[in-house]
Each structure stands twice: as C-alpha cells, then as structure tokens.
C-alpha cells in the first residue's frame, strides 16, 4: 500500500497519457524512467540497512553497540514488529 501511495502521482501521468492519447514514444520514455526509478526505490532501502550492518561490524567488536536495547524493546513490544 505504501509504494502506491508513493507512485501515485507516477501512476496518474501514465492513466492521463493513455487517456488523452499521448503518442506512444513519450510513454515508453517515461515508462523506461519510471522502472529506473522504482528500482531505485527499492535499492535505497538495501543501501540504508547495508550502511547499519556496517556500523554494527564495526563498533561491535569494541564494545560501542549493546543488543540488549533492541531485544528488549521487542520483548516488550515496543519495538519492529511490536504492537
């Protein structure tokens, strides 16, 4: 639900071209755009968990990163996935 509200304006310009009968090249260019973006709204989310996993190798092994926080947020339900 999230992305289509995110691709909604994306969504409305291709239902408009169609509908007004915009010629058939402007529409493959804007859909070869619109795929260039989508994928990379899907890779920024891999990017940002990436840059984490790399905070998290690195300042664990000094002692700088407690998990105890995270599970116990979880535990309480305060957390990802918590109610």
Do not use: Q
Not at 22 to 49: A, D, E, M, P, Q
Not at 56 to 75: E, T, W
């Amino acid at each position: 639900m999230g992305l289509l509200k995110d691709m909604e304006c994306c969504i409305s310009i291709v239902l408009c071209l169609t509908i007004l009968k915009g010629s058939v090249l402007k529409l493959r260019n804007f859909l070869k755009f619109l795929t260039k973006l989508l994928k990379l709204y899907l890779l920024s989310s891999l990017l940002i968990y990436a840059a984490l996993g790399i905070h998290v190798a690195v300042v664990a092994p000094l002692g700088l990163f407690n998990f105890s926080v995270y599970i116990d947020l979880n535990l309480i339900g305060g957390g990802p996935g918590g109610i």
